[in-house]
């Protein structure tokens, strides 16, 4: 399923529509380069699913939780960009089955983990050119909305059939 997503907002309204999908068990994969929209997206995802936040990016701490205050699953936020194996992943120990757990640069780490998992691939318009501003620049204009597309996909028997399973 491909979704044009305009600006942050829109980021965080479809985060917070998955969420309200998702269950303990869940997992959500997300990819993107730097700045895309993994942590906005996730924390429309903590939204939805009534978490504490706030959900922001884990400089330091390579997982969070955020209990439920609804009474629901927590939603654990991995940041696996300085993780490049699945064992240091799973040196993490997180309990996939009573959480919905959301993975930025999990791609590729989780495949031995999960039956069943929710793939989101967040691309930049490269036609903004932001990618081309020097450095500084750049984090200006990081927080300025622009378009943004989204690849959502469901593997597995848990989005079988649902509006996010993956075409065969
Ligand atoms: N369409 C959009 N969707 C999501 N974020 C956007 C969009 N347009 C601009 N932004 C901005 O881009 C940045 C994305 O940051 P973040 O979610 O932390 O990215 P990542 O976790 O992928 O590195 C935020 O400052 C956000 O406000
Ligand atoms: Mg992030």
Same mark, same amino acid.
Do not use: C, N
């Given at each position: 399923m491909r979704i044009d997503v305009p600006d942050t907002a829109a980021m965080e309204a479809f985060g917070r529509q998955l969420g309200g999908t998702l269950r303990a068990g869940d997992l959500v994969v997300l990819t993107g380069p730097l700045g895309a929209g993994k942590t906005t997206l996730t924390r429309g995802v903590g939204e939805g699913l009534g978490v504490r936040g706030p959900v922001q990016s884990p400089t330091f701490v390579l997982a969070r939780t955020h209990p439920s205050v609804v009474g629901g *699953? *927590?939603?654990v936020h991995v940041d696996a960009y300085r993780l490049d194996s699945a064992e240091l992943l799973d040196d993490l120990d997180i309990d996939f089955a009573h959480a919905v757990v959301g993975v930025e640069? !999990?791609?590729g780490l989780l495949d031995d983990v999960a039956e069943s998992w929710i793939d989101v691939v967040i691309e930049r318009d490269e036609g903004? !050119?932001?990618?081309?501003l020097p450095a500084a620049a750049d984090a200006e204009f990081l927080g300025a909305d622009e378009p943004r597309r989204l690849e959502v996909? !469901?593997?597995g028997p848990r989005w079988a059939g649902s509006a996010f399973a993956a075409a065969q």
């Amino acid at each position: 399923m491909r979704i044009d997503v305009p600006d942050t907002a829109a980021m965080e309204a479809f985060g917070r529509q998955l969420g309200g999908t998702l269950r303990a068990g869940d997992l959500v994969v997300l990819t993107g380069p730097l700045g895309a929209g993994k942590t906005t997206l996730t924390r429309g995802v903590g939204e939805g699913l009534g978490v504490r936040g706030p959900v922001q990016s884990p400089t330091f701490v390579l997982a969070r939780t955020h209990p439920s205050v609804v009474g629901g *699953p *927590p939603l654990v936020h991995v940041d696996a960009y300085r993780l490049d194996s699945a064992e240091l992943l799973d040196d993490l120990d997180i309990d996939f089955a009573h959480a919905v757990v959301g993975v930025e640069w !999990g791609a590729g780490l989780l495949d031995d983990v999960a039956e069943s998992w929710i793939d989101v691939v967040i691309e930049r318009d490269e036609g903004t !050119g932001t990618s081309r501003l020097p450095a500084a620049a750049d984090a200006e204009f990081l927080g300025a909305d622009e378009p943004r597309r989204l690849e959502v996909r !469901g593997h597995g028997p848990r989005w079988a059939g649902s509006a996010f399973a993956a075409a065969q």
